[in-house]
């Protein structure tokens, strides 16, 4: 359950990258996720409808992209892709893997959009 450290660096992350001379607020957020990373997506979504209430990203749409866990065996050089029980190397069983990918979680990308005051603040 560490959702919520998580969600909150990526809030700090997101606003960091707003510059500040204009009026741009956070629009889409774009995040890769690694099948191996624990990550969960409700989670991040969850605490991110909290933090982001009265910042520059409220209401802002999260994405997520997952990226498979692929191995590569030690043993015998095969690459795959492991089943959640099964992580030994289908080739030949041996368990020495070295993980090439799964383990991901960043940032890719972050839309901006123009901020615009609601009608009734222009008056
Ligand atoms: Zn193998």
């Avoid at 450290?5 to 957020?29: C, F, G």
């Avoid at 065996?73 to 029980?85: A, G, I, Q, S, V």
């Amino acid at each position: 359950m560490h959702e919520l450290a998580v969600t909150e660096s990526i809030l700090q992350i997101a606003l960091r990258h707003l510059p500040k001379e204009e009026k741009l607020r956070i629009a889409n957020v774009y995040l890769v996720i690694g099948q191996l990373s624990s990550i969960v997506d409700d989670s991040v979504q969850f605490y991110w409808d909290i933090l982001t209430r009265d910042t520059l990203a409220s209401n802002s749409i999260l994405h997520f992209k997952r990226i498979p866990a692929e191995f590569l065996c030690l043993n015998c050089n095969t690459r795959y892709h492991p089943e959640k029980e099964f992580l030994e190397c289908p080739t030949c069983s041996a368990s020495e893997v070295k993980i090439i990918a799964g383990e991901e979680f960043y940032i890719e990308a972050i839309d901006v959009e123009e901020f615009t005051f609601s009608q009734d603040s222009m008056k």
